[in-house]
């Protein structure tokens, strides 16, 4: 509990890197054992784990020992072993395939409507008077409650996925591009006056440059809201995909064929968005050249 | 409110424009949904569709005024908006807790962040299939899943809060000797508060949607999500319209409220944060 509160001490070890911490132990004392240096080295990278396994210990002695049905928590073998068979019976990769392509289909819809939306209310303030109003409103309503409205509307085929996801992405896009836009500072684009920019260089370098980091975090947002909204509309109304597979386990109490899925959801997930992370050090790489 | 940026207008272009018809801003947005309310109107009076799913306006307004009279729109919204305030509770006092020992102690974060952003990552509603298995299809589950959906937000914007506290403002603290109780009381949590907020202000639009998607799909007992499935079922346009009106409703009064509670509680810190542009 030492370490409570040491903030600024901690923040700076943190920022720098790791191999870092070892010579500055050698300059403020003598040289540490060689064990203990190697376990500080390591220590970042082991202690995350021992919750975890921890946890899985005692999950496994649980389902070993009976005290939990299996129907109520199936043992991790189960899990693993299903998960397995899954992958390999190739059912893991068709559903995953399915709500692969829903996703990626309603979120290059939405985001692109919202892209649109957002620059026309980022770039003029009478459209943004026109039409922010009813965005705000149609946004309030979640997903969730368009959700009953579109199934009589469109029935539950592919239509109403697609829909819901594009709406899940659309609205942080929109939001974002569009504050983004707004906030870009008044001075740089005095100073493309000055320089005589046309309106089309003064939107492709200075308005949306500057504005490019509050985009691409809409983006983020919109592709996991998507992701989210498609598990919701596959639990709800659908015959195929990751969603159904959970809510089908669930139906015949086959919890391990849940926990699969419900695994796989996460990774693709975290999958997502960790390359949409990457893709933004790329994207935005020049920023930091910049100034 | 800042400035917004004139790239439309040059001010060069501004004199020698026409000065064409337009609406006072007040009044720009209320043509997009009026016109919308009339083109409903006039596919229902001029008979554009036979659908039994193109209901009147004048059904709707009726459908509104019956359910309120009856009482049966509070007692649904009255349960929705228990269990939502409930799970949002539990939740999110979860969530200041876990994430202030997270973002205060290096070895809490070591040892559980990970899993924490682990767990983070599995879609929220996929939780649901497992917690009726755990907790039944009442409302047990129903206030677990609130709690959960509250508990991820507020922990990651309170850790983050906490730990973008600015290094000279501890070095302030400790000048003055700060204790440690002190030091948490008048430096960390003060400067990390508005991050707090934001935390707490998703949570609870988290916990709103997350309400829905419990009654969808934990379907027992009342609510207003039920209401919504209930005429989706019985195939009723005008009462799923209604049902979708008052959830927009309540997701935006709650918004106002948490916005209103941030403004208060955050007046002290001064617009000057704000403006530094």
């Known amino acids: 509990m030492s370490q409570t509160l040491r903030l600024p001490d901690g923040a700076l070890a943190q920022a720098a890197p790791a191999p870092g911490s070892p010579a500055s132990g050698a300059l403020t004392g003598g040289p540490l054992p060689l064990l203990r240096r190697a376990g500080r080295a390591l220590r970042p990278w082991l202690l995350p784990w021992a ?42 990769a068709d559903n995953l ?28 303030p ?39 996801i594009s709406k899940a992405a659309l609205v942080p896009v929109a939001l974002n591009t569009a504050k983004g836009i707004e906030n870009v500072p008044n001075r740089y684009v005095e100073v493309a006056r000055v320089f005589g920019f046309t309106r089309w260089q003064l939107l492709s370098r200075v308005v949306f440059p500057a504005a490019a980091a509050p985009i691409w975090n809409g983006i983020r947002y919109g592709l996991t809201h998507a992701w989210l909204a498609l598990v919701v509309v596959e639990l709800l109304a659908s015959s195929e995909g990751l969603g159904f597979m959970i809510v089908y386990g669930r139906q015949l109490f086959q919890l391990d064929v849940v926990m699969a899925a419900v695994i796989v959801v996460g990774a693709v997930g975290f999958a997502l968005d960790k390359l949409l992370a990457l893709v933004e050090v790329r994207l935005l790489r020049w920023r930091r050249v910049g100034f | 409110m800042s400035e917004p940026v004139s790239i439309a207008a040059s001010p060069a272009a501004a004199p020698g424009r026409k000065p064409s018809f337009s609406l006072p801003a007040a009044l720009r947005g209320w043509v997009l949904p009026l016109l919308l309310l009339l083109l409903w109107w006039l596919a229902v009076s001029l008979g554009w569709s036979k659908s039994p799913l193109l209901v009147p306006v004048s059904q709707v307004w009726h459908t509104a005024v019956e359910q309120t009279v009856s009482g049966e729109l509070w007692r649904a919204l009255r349960s929705s908006l228990w269990r939502d305030l409930l799970g949002f509770a539990i939740g999110a006092s979860a969530g200041l807790i876990f994430g202030t020992v997270l973002g205060l102690s290096r070895l809490f974060e070591s040892l559980l962040g990970p899993s924490f952003h682990t767990l983070k990552q599995i879609s929220l509603f996929a939780w649901i299939p497992l917690l009726s298995v755990w907790f039944g299809l009442g409302d047990a589950a129903k206030v677990a899943f609130l709690s959960l959906a509250a508990f991820f937000p507020v922990v990651l914007n309170t850790f983050e809060g906490i730990r973008s506290v600015a290094p000279e403002l501890i070095e302030v603290g ?12 008048r430096v960390v949590l003060p400067s990390a508060l508005p991050s707090v907020f934001a935390g707490i202000h998703l949570g609870l639009i988290y916990a709103w949607l997350a309400t829905l998607g419990a009654e969808y799909l934990l379907v027992s007992g009342q609510g207003i999500g039920n209401t919504l499935i209930d005429g989706r079922e019985h195939f009723k346009m005008d009462l799923v319209l209604f049902g979708v009106i008052v959830v927009g409703l309540v997701g935006f009064a709650l918004n106002w409220l948490a916005s209103q509670l941030e403004h208060r509680l955050l007046a002290w810190r001064g617009r000057s944060v704000a403006q530094y542009e």
């Open chain 1, 97 to 124: 395939w399915i709500s692969a392509q829903r996703v990626l289909f309603g979120f290059g819809v939405g985001a692109s409507a919202g892209l649109l939306l957002g620059v026309g209310m980022g770039l003029s």
């Open chain 2, 174 to 185: 400790r000048v003055f000797e700060f204790s440690r109780w002190q030091m948490l009381r």
């Open chain 1, 126 to 164: 009478r459209f943004k008077d026109y039409v922010y109003p009813l965005f705000k409103a149609f946004s309030q309503v979640p997903v969730l409650g368009w959700l009953p409205l579109l199934m009589l509307l469109v029935g539950i085929d592919g239509a109403l996925k697609i829909i819901l």
């Open chain 1, 51 to 92: 919750v975890p396994l921890l946890l899985l210990l005692l999950w496994w002695v649980a389902a070993r020992q009976g005290w939990i049905a299996p129907q109520v928590l199936p043992s991790p073998e189960d899990v693993g072993t299903t998960l397995v068979e899954l992958v390999r019976s190739g059912e893991m």
